[in-house]
């Protein structure tokens, strides 16, 4: 018995947290209820669609993609985000608390909110890049297509992307769904973004 408790306290004692480095979801949890955001720098061990105070201890939950576009014809009808998702982010004190290359960061500071009941938590983050004065936040009107020639004419941009950078999460497909977005949905934000 005495050992059985030693094993079960040893494993415990390994278990990954919020936070760590993964490079598949079952780093973070062979149970399948934690999953690794791999668009994050060495992976970060999240759970996707978190709720307030139901994240692991040392963690809290964080939304990403709360923000409206302010483009005309863009707003929801709903007057929330269809973009929204949410993930558990490792809470800390100071920038000593997060592993390398990650920051202690108000989720304010990669365009993010936290979503527990409490106020004034921070989180392990990679610190977003800023995003260039000269590019254009008409994200539903951009086009990928490039500009049609007018008939006779041609365009040396036909094929070349007129669209606009993404601010979405980690978790789809994104360059960093917790850096500047929403993780889960293909921007360039965290978890993650």
Known sequence: MGLATVTGALALGCTPQIGDKCTVSTNCSTTGDRLCDVTQPDGYCTTFNCEPGKCPNDSVCV???TTLSSVQGCAPSQKNSPYQRSFCMASCGADSDCRSGYRCLAPTDFHAVLAEHSSGNRVCAVPPNP?????SNQV???SDAGVVPAEGGSSS????????PQAGAAGDGGSGALEAGAAGDGGSGGSGG
Do not use: E, I, Y
Request: charged fraction near 0%; hydrophobic fraction near 30%.
């Open 131 to 135: 995003v260039p004065t000269t590019t």
């Open 63 to 65: 939304n990403f993609g």
């Open 157 to 164: 941009t036909a094929g070349g992307g007129a669209g606009a």
């Open 140 to 142: 539903c009107l951009g």
